[in-house]
């Protein structure tokens, strides 16, 4: 069974640019949360799709936003880059994304705003 | 403000000693969930505990919920190199599906 894959592994984008990235779930997956991943922060949580719904919200600006596909398949976006958006982000799947669901973790996104 | 609290951020041992590391809060989780994470990789699932004052093994590894079902320990005995990686602690909050994880406990096992 495949995991969870993220595309692209590597990003390098400039202030003001937007981005999208990418995640794949496991089959049979309905759930996909994503997170971002720093130094100072730790994980935090972004959102979470359930069966192309956005279920959950993290405390974060507009200018992250995210969608799932019929498929399952997920993506965010980033608008207007910032520095601070430098970062790794972490898509998960679930069966359900129930609090005790495993959840599976892709390899993440490193993305680098300069 | 973290919501959990893990302790200490970063810690190097000797190959064969143990360890431990504690996860912290002043909520209260219907459920606690520890992973490891290695470079360049997501977090790995390692163990699920639910019940207050639950104890779980794993080959070396020894979580404890405690009893309050505020906080949380991973022991490690007698530490290999392949033990090496941050450890992250998430919890469940009741009704609310969403995890918030902490910062992590760095371990580094040294051959």
């Known amino acids: 069974k495949a995991g969870v894959t993220q595309t692209p592994r590597y990003l390098i984008k400039t202030r003001g640019q937007q981005v999208t990235l990418s995640c794949s779930p496991i089959?049979?997956?309905?759930?996909v949360s994503w997170y971002q991943q720093t130094p100072g922060q730790g994980l935090q949580f972004l959102f979470e799709?359930?069966?192309?719904?956005?279920?959950n919200k993290g405390n974060f600006p507009g200018r992250f936003s995210g969608r799932q596909f019929s498929n399952s398949r997920s993506e965010m976006n980033v608008s207007t880059l910032e520095l601070g958006d430098s970062a790794l982000y972490l898509c998960?799947?679930?069966?359900?994304?129930?609090?005790?669901?495993?959840?599976?973790f892709g390899p993440g996104t490193r993305l680098t705003v300069l | 403000t973290q919501l959990l609290e893990q302790s200490p951020q970063f810690l190097s041992i000797q190959e064969g000693e143990n360890l431990t590391v504690y996860c912290n809060s002043s909520?209260?989780?219907?459920?606690l969930q520890w992973y490891r994470q290695e470079p360049g990789e997501g977090p790995v699932l390692l163990v699920t505990?639910?019940?207050?004052?639950e104890v779980k093994k794993l080959k070396r590894l020894t979580f404890q919920f405690g009893d309050a079902r505020k906080d949380s320990s991973l022991h490690i005995t007698a530490a290999q190199p392949g033990d090496t990686g941050l450890y992250l602690c998430?919890?469940?909050?009741?009704?609310?599906?969403?995890?918030?994880f902490g910062k992590g406990n760095q371990v580094v096992v040294i051959p």
């Open positions: 998960a799947s679930s069966l359900t994304g129930g609090s005790t669901d495993t959840q599976y």
């Open positions: 089959s049979g997956h309905r759930s």
């Open positions: 799709y359930f069966s192309e719904t956005q279920r």
């Open positions: 909520s209260v989780f219907s459920s």
């Open positions: 505990v639910v019940t207050g004052g």
């Open positions: 998430a919890g469940a909050r009741y009704g609310n599906n969403r995890l918030a």
